[in-house]
């Protein structure tokens, strides 16, 4: 093509946004934000066991350089010159686990995804070795609960369980990271010279980084008993870890020398991409699980009311941290696709929406679906999914409509909590990710809320925040973050449309539910399926 026909957009920032269910590349014009282009590549979740979830880091690597590869055909096709980007940022599904040897650049195990469970009795036997048996011993140096979700129970369990790992630690062969460690890591040359580091959001879920000192904490490391030399190095969120190595004859290998400058949690990232930079400012992701994270400012707050305290960005080597409490909810997405794939009542998981309007209400049947035990506010790994409230009227349709009626529940119940905490309750809440595209799901939550939702018209919210990041970092300087230059950014309004005192009945329904999902698995998960404990 000649230079003449290409399109002059001036810089350009890629965005790697690697999450549970998907792994997307995407490009931004830095001066306007505006997505050019972008690919997306599904990926498998595996489930060895009951309560064990894994994904394969090599699959995961694989679709990164995948998605890459086509989006920099796409971008040739629309008369775009790679060259222009200057810089990549990473998101990344947190606290999933990988460990690998850095001598062969292979995994040593499959990643242990966020939602797995295998780590329950580790959890327990934790707690048991701390005064008065207290989940929360840790909360004041890490902002979280002893829990199944976290890095180093998981890693305690490789440790634990996995004769490959021991032997590579002791040998010092070994390197633990997150998924963002992992592909940067990877993409900066693996066995050849790869950067092993992280950056504060991703380190702040590990449970083995003091959130006050902003460094991992010897006595954490000791508590889980786990070596530091195996640990990456902590980054802030926006500064240039590396450059990008990638074979050259790929179309892609164009980004060799590109440098990756960004680096964001996923649940991080969409608090920038939603330009979440004063305190009081919040959004809510609904991804697989749903976050809701509500910027602190540059102090850690704690919640008293089942909150989790995390590092929410730190832009720049010497910019001050800033601190979010946040709301996770284990199940939203990923309940509609269970009605997919185990129930096999929606053949995509755009039908929900579909499915649910044609009854418009879930006739008093109601889904907790606790799959992975309760996340916040309760923090109960024992609870079990539920449906309950079924009568001989009950049909698929009502089981899709108390679904989506779930995940608004499960917000409600975290905004609540953070309203407590702050003392300031939200007037609007924004919202961003794949299930807002679903409209049904968007009045919903309007309604159970009893306040506005407010969705932009781009839904790349956490790609958007890993470009920012990367394109906002000293030596790269082609995003400017400064108030002024921020683009204004379209939205569509859902208002609350019935009456407060019914959202209100609905949702002390709900709690009743919740109570019956409570305290179901006592001990280790069933092992061999029959009902009988091993």
Known sequence: MAASDRVMLGPLVGAIDQGTSSTRFLVFNAKTAELLSHHQVEIKQKFPKEGWVEQDPKEILQSVYECMEKTCEKLSQ?????????????SNQRETTVVWDKMTGDPLYNAIVWLDLRTQSTVERLINRTPGKNKNHLKHRTGLPISTYFSAVKLRWLMDNVEEVRRAISSGRAMFGTIDSWLIWSLTGGKNGGVHCTDVTNASRTMLFNINTLDWDPELCQFFDIPMKILPKVRSSSEIYGLMKICSSLKSGSLTGVPISGCLGDQSAALVGQMCFQDGLAKNTYGTGCFLLYN??????????????????????????FYALEGSVAIAGAVVCWLKDNLGIIQSAGDVEKLAALVGTSYGCYFVPAFSGLYAPYWEPSARGIICGLTQFTNRSHLAFAALEAVCFQTREILDAMNRD????????????GMTSNKLLMQLQADILCIPVVKPSMPETTA?????AAGAAEGVRVWSLDPKDLTAVTCERFEPQINPEESELRYARWKKAVLKAMDWETSEPLSNGNGFHK
């Not at 400012?297 to 919640?303: E, N």
């Not at 702050?422 to 990710?433: C, E, F, N, W, Y």
């Not at 958007?464 to 920012?468: P, Q, S, T, V, W």
């Open 422 to 433: 702050s003392g300031i309750p939200l007037a609007q809440l924004q919202v961003d990710g």
């Open 78 to 90: 629309l008369g775009i010159d790679i060259a222009n980007i200057k810089a990549v940022g990473v």
């Open 296 to 321: 602190t400012g540059q102090k850690p707050v704690m919640s008293e009311h089942g909150l989790l305290t995390t590092v929410a960005y730190k832009l720049g080597r010497d910019k001050p941290a």
């Open 464 to 468: 958007l925040g890993a470009a920012m």
